[in-house]
């Protein structure tokens, strides 16, 4: 669902901070969804959702992961990794490995079909983000991800 900002008419009075920040959050949808389009189509191209891409790229950057922790980088559901990994798993790129600690707990690991994928495909989608952020100059680019990690911070204090 796409956030709108209604006129001050419609919605009543409100004060300037209260307008600024519905227009931060459109912006900040907008922009979010623009740029994922272009991940979207990057990894569609390798026959992956973004969600399964998520996994594999975490799994490339972090190495074996316990499911729950899996889950929690990649921001899904407990049923939501399940699925994810079972599906990469049908296509022989990630496979689960017991945890020697915690018989209940299984870690997610990518298979040598699946490191090599990623190797491969990985660096194509960098620059399919790269290209979808280059409205911004550099210093743009790390000024706004300390103001958005600022902000993100401060939403989930609240």
Known sequence: MTPRLHSAAAAGRRGGDTDLALKLWVVLARSFRAIEAHAAADVERHELTLAEFGVLEALYHKGPLLLGDLQRRILVSS???TYLVDRLEKRGLVERRPCEGDKRSRYAALTAR???????IFPEHA???RAATEGLGETEQRITVSLLRRLGLGAAAR
Request: proline share 0%.
């Open 79 to 81: 049923g939501g990794v």
């Open 114 to 120: 699946g490191e090599a994928f990623v190797k491969r």
């Open 127 to 129: 620059e399919a983000i």
